[in-house]
């Protein structure tokens, strides 16, 4: 039961183009929704976060949204550089006391120069 | 201020075999999470740990699967009798509060079961 979806395995962008990555879930109860970026090799990195309490976050070139209506959130980076080439991981959690995230399957971000 | 260390960084071992895990918190860290992320698959969550207890096993195998923090020392993951389904990156968190909003993840450690 795959709760926090990316349907989009890949995704390029040209340099100084926006790019938007996409996330879906299906556990109304989630209420804290993180991007992690992950570098080949390498363990996940924290990105940006969002509280189910508000509808947008932004952090430099990183915004994420979040509709809850539609259970979706998705990520923003304006401008894109070819240093955010990496795979993106949309997760959410339910705080009970600790936060147990449940991650997505992660889309694969090409920046290309 | 060292990350989130993990190792082994790569781990071969042949079916039956034990596999074990350490993970050394960020410092000051007193909360430790694993998770595994099998081939073309996001990361899954297996255990939450405090030091010297386990509060959440919810996402372990039944079976051969155990993890510890003890007092000193590093976060061990053990897997015990390796099958080649156990094949995957295991990364290791950790974070300074029970509730906190952020995890610090460290490189993983890719296990091949031949």
């Known amino acids: 039961d795959q709760q926090v979806k990316q349907n989009s395995p890949s995704l390029s962008v040209q340099e100084g183009r926006i790019s938007i990555l996409n996330c879906d879930y299906t556990?109304?109860?989630?209420?804290?929704f993180l991007w992690y970026k992950k570098y080949p090799a390498e363990g996940p990195t924290f990105l940006i976060s969002i509280s189910s309490i508000k509808d947008k976050n932004e952090d430099g070139r990183f915004t994420v949204f979040l509709n809850k209506s539609a259970k979706h959130l998705s990520l923003h980076i304006v401008p894109s550089q070819p240093g955010d080439s990496a795979v993106y991981f949309c997760?959410?959690?339910?705080?009970?006391?600790?936060?147990?995230?449940?991650f997505g399957t992660g889309t694969k971000l090409q920046v290309i120069p | 201020n060292a990350g989130v260390m993990q190792n082994p960084r790569h781990l071969v071992r042949r079916r039956g075999q034990e596999a074990r895990l350490r993970c050394s918190p960020m410092k000051g860290h007193s909360h430790v999470y694993w998770y595994r992320q099998l081939p073309e698959e996001g990361l899954k969550f297996m255990v939450y740990?405090?030091?010297?207890?386990?509060?959440?096993e919810s996402g372990m195998p039944k079976e051969r699967f155990s993890a510890e923090f003890p007092k000193e020392g590093p976060s061990i993951l053990r897997i015990q009798q390796v099958v080649r389904g156990d094949s995957a990156a295991y990364f290791c968190?950790?974070?300074?509060?029970?509730?906190?909003?952020?995890?610090?993840f460290g490189p993983g450690t890719r296990l091949t079961v031949l």
């Open positions: 740990l405090q030091k010297e207890n386990i509060i959440d």
């Open positions: 968190a950790s974070s300074p509060l029970a509730g906190g909003l952020e995890q610090f």
């Open positions: 997760a959410a959690s339910v705080f009970g006391g600790y936060q147990k995230v449940t």
């Open positions: 556990n109304s109860m989630f209420d804290y």
